[in-house]
């Protein structure tokens, strides 16, 4: 089964930034959409990034465009959000996730594995 890893969450000042990865295992990546989901304290989990097999297509919440890149490494089986400008709102736990195809979907349910999260916390 596939297995994601996410590393590079942390403590940040408001308009630092952070670089997320997500690393799979057991399974190659190259087939797969990959999401970014956030959950904050009493909030709903909500869909921040997400990029397709091949890293041709990309979509953003419109809360962090312009502000957050998705990027991907097929060959290191890696999935990377680039976080700029961060603000305290972006204060969340981030997951990585895989759907089972090669396109992107908005909803969490659309997506088959996950990552056990990572916690980004945007304080100053």
């Known amino acids: 089964q596939l297995q994601l890893v996410e590393s590079g969450g942390g403590l940040v000042q408001p308009g630092g930034s952070l670089r997320l990865s997500c690393v799979a295992s057991e399974f190659a990546l190259e087939y797969n959409a990959i999401g970014w989901f956030r959950q904050a304290p009493g909030k709903e989990r909500e869909r921040v990034s997400c990029i397709s097999d091949t890293g041709g297509k990309t979509m953003y919440a419109d809360s962090v465009k312009g502000r957050f890149t998705v990027f991907r490494d097929n060959a290191r089986n890696t999935v990377y959000l680039q976080m700029n400008s961060l603000e305290p709102e972006d204060t969340a736990v981030y997951y990585c996730?895989?759907?089972?195809?090669?396109?992107?979907?908005?909803?969490?349910?659309?997506?088959?594995?996950w990552g056990q999260g990572t916690q980004v916390t945007v304080s100053s």
């Open positions: 996730a895989a759907r089972k195809v090669y396109y992107c979907s908005t909803y969490p349910s659309q997506y088959a594995y």
